[in-house]
């Protein structure tokens, strides 16, 4: 029987000019890592639930991509989080948003979806759940790179307006 | 944002995404990301999607949930239902990509920026990485 497995690292204003080379190779081995994870499942015949789940904590590990470590900053220099993870045999479904303290927050999305009573969790109520479960904790410094602290002083100098597009991410 | 999408061997698909949100987000703004039907959506009669991008546009079109209603409903090919939806949401004025895996073990990529930061593998030894375009 076959496999597949697909991933991104986010949309955007992505061209040769404005991705550095160490953007373009850092993001080139942390796909190739993430396609590794997932790969490793499937070729094991393990599911697509966690092969998908294991993609997702690499690139969430990667500092290199808008999520988990190398979060983008809020207009209050805060790191809101948000996840999903939904299983297409059952459609069970978690998810997860404004999560601030949880090491991968697809773990705690597909923790919420294993315990089954909800689907959607937020904000305090998310992170005490993640607590209750044991998930690994992680504190605003590991989330925060320089480099997005660079583009959050930048977007501050730019006066703050709230440009969707421009989303350094 | 970053996302995965699979069909493992017994034919199963699932969907999984994760984002920091937008640069500068304020009053607790949520994205597509978290909302299921929207930027992260599963189901074995059709496909797994994930999304990334302008989410306002990806909520109001419900992107995943719509991509997997065509190819379930229609018989539309993942490409063909993911370029389509796309359209929508680029017509309303947003910009983004998805990746779709379906049950068969077929797999579609669409974008309307200038790049997606995108990969691929499968058991046929399959391997693609790319950032830009017109990779």
Same mark, same amino acid.
Not at chain 1, 62 to 70: A, E, K, T, V, Y
Not at chain 1, 98 to 103: D, E, F, K, L, M
């Given at each position: 029987m076959t496999w597949t497995l697909v991933i991104h690292g986010g949309a955007g204003k992505l061209d040769s000019e404005m991705v550095s080379p160490e953007q373009d190779a850092g993001a080139r081995a942390g796909l190739s890592r993430a396609l590794d994870a997932g790969s490793k499942v499937l070729a094991d015949g393990g599911s697509a639930l966690d092969a998908v789940e294991a993609a997702v904590r690499v690139l969430e590990d990667?500092?290199? %991509?808008? !999520? *988990?470590? *190398?979060a983008v900053f809020t207009h209050d220099g805060t790191l809101e989080l948000d996840a999903a993870i939904m299983d297409g045999r059952t459609r069970a479904a978690g998810a997860v948003a /404004? /999560? #601030? /303290?949880?090491?991968n927050p697809v773990g705690l999305a597909r923790a919420i979806l294993d315990d089954g009573r909800h689907v959607f969790l937020a904000g305090k109520g998310a992170d005490a759940f993640s607590r209750d479960r044991g998930l690994p904790q992680a504190d605003a410094d590991w989330f925060a790179t320089d480099e997005r602290r660079r583009q959050f002083a930048e977007f501050q100098a730019d006066g *703050?307006? %709230?440009d969707v597009d421009m989303k350094y991410g | 944002t970053v996302g995965a999408v699979a069909c493992d061997t017994q034919g199963h698909v699932a969907a999984a995404t994760s984002t920091g949100g937008v #640069? *500068?987000?304020?009053?607790g703004r949520i994205g597509d990301t978290p909302v299921i039907g929207a930027g992260t959506f599963a189901d074995d009669r059709a496909c797994a999607v994930s999304c990334t991008g302008s989410g306002e546009f990806f909520l109001r079109v419900g992107v995943g949930h719509e991509i997997a209603a065509r190819v379930r409903? !229609?018989?539309? !090919?993942l490409q063909v239902a993911a370029d389509a939806v796309l359209a929508e949401v680029k017509a309303l004025g947003g910009t983004g990509g998805v990746i779709v895996a379906g049950p068969n073990g077929d797999m579609a990529w669409g974008f309307n920026t200038i790049g997606m930061y995108r990969g691929t593998a499968s058991s046929a030894g399959s391997r693609t990485v790319a950032i830009y375009a017109n990779e």
């Open positions: 990667d500092p290199h %991509f808008n !999520s *988990g470590r *190398g /404004a /999560a #601030t /303290a949880t090491r *703050g307006g %709230f | #640069t *500068g987000k304020r009053w409903l !229609s018989g539309e !090919s």
